[in-house]
């Protein structure tokens, strides 16, 4: 139950493509929901974030879509760039006394100019 | 303004040799986490802390302790390396106050190799 499953594990798009990369989690008690992002060398930096109040959230070309009924959740990138070539974790929190969080598997995306 | 610092930035030990991994942050925030990151399964929390003198266990703790004497430092100690122990680890701080949703902010991590 503590457990957030991250697909896929890579993905390859064109410039200009839209990559979407899905989260699932088990525990209903999770209420933050973060995305991200990796780039090589260097440690992970948030990119937007959403609670379950909210079906969608959009920054810039980053769009988290929410579906608390079937406790998914998912990143949509909008006209996406050779710089958006990283690696995406999806993760989950529900403990505000210690703001732990709860990793995806990661997906390594690759935009092709 | 640094952030998460950490060093060393890579280190090659020798299996049942010790080291301590440094993790300082100069945000003046409360909570503190050491992950270990391994390909094709995330980032796992080690262990972590939620203020200056106290220290928890995470989900994958064994062979490892901890320790929060200063509130700006968090150190990662390997008693007696593994090879299983291989791996990138970073640390990541967190404003804390008990607010829920605050980004963790990480460091460019320790690249550890066991021979």
């Known amino acids: 139950q503590q457990q957030v499953k991250q697909s896929p594990q890579s993905l390859i798009v064109q410039k200009g493509g839209i990559p979407i990369i899905n989260c699932a989690y088990e525990?209903?008690?999770?209420?933050?929901f973060p995305w991200y992002q990796q780039f090589p060398g260097k440690g992970p930096a948030l990119l937007i974030a959403?609670?379950?109040?909210?079906s969608e959230k959009k920054e810039g070309r980053f769009t988290i879509s929410f579906n608390k009924s079937a406790k998914q959740f998912s990143l949509h990138i909008m006209d996406s760039q050779p710089g958006d070539s990283a690696t995406y974790f999806c993760?989950?929190?529900?403990?505000?006394?210690?703001?732990?969080?709860?990793f995806g598997q990661g997906t390594t995306l690759q935009v092709k100019p | 303004n640094a952030g998460v610092t950490q060093t060393p930035k890579f280190r090659v030990l020798k299996t049942g040799q010790s080291m301590t991994l440094l993790c300082a942050q100069d945000?003046?925030?409360?909570?503190m986490y050491w992950y270990r990151q391994d390909p094709g399964m995330g980032l796992r929390l080690i262990h972590y802390?939620?203020?200056?003198?106290?220290?928890a266990k995470g989900e994958v703790p064994d062979g490892y302790n901890v320790s929060r004497l200063k509130k700006q430092n968090f150190l990662l100690g390997l008693e007696s390396a593994a090879p299983s122990q291989t791996s990138v680890y970073f640390c990541?701080?967190?404003?804390?106050?008990?607010?829920?949703?605050?980004?963790?902010?990480f460091g460019d991590g320790t690249r550890l190799s066991i021979l």
């Open positions: 802390s939620v203020g200056e003198g106290t220290t």
């Open positions: 993760a989950a929190s529900k403990s505000l006394l210690t703001g732990k969080l709860i």
């Open positions: 945000m003046n925030h409360e909570y």
């Open positions: 990541a701080s967190a404003l804390g106050k008990k607010v829920t949703g605050q980004p963790q902010h």
């Open positions: 959403i609670r379950p109040d909210v």
């Open positions: 525990n209903t008690a999770f209420d933050y």
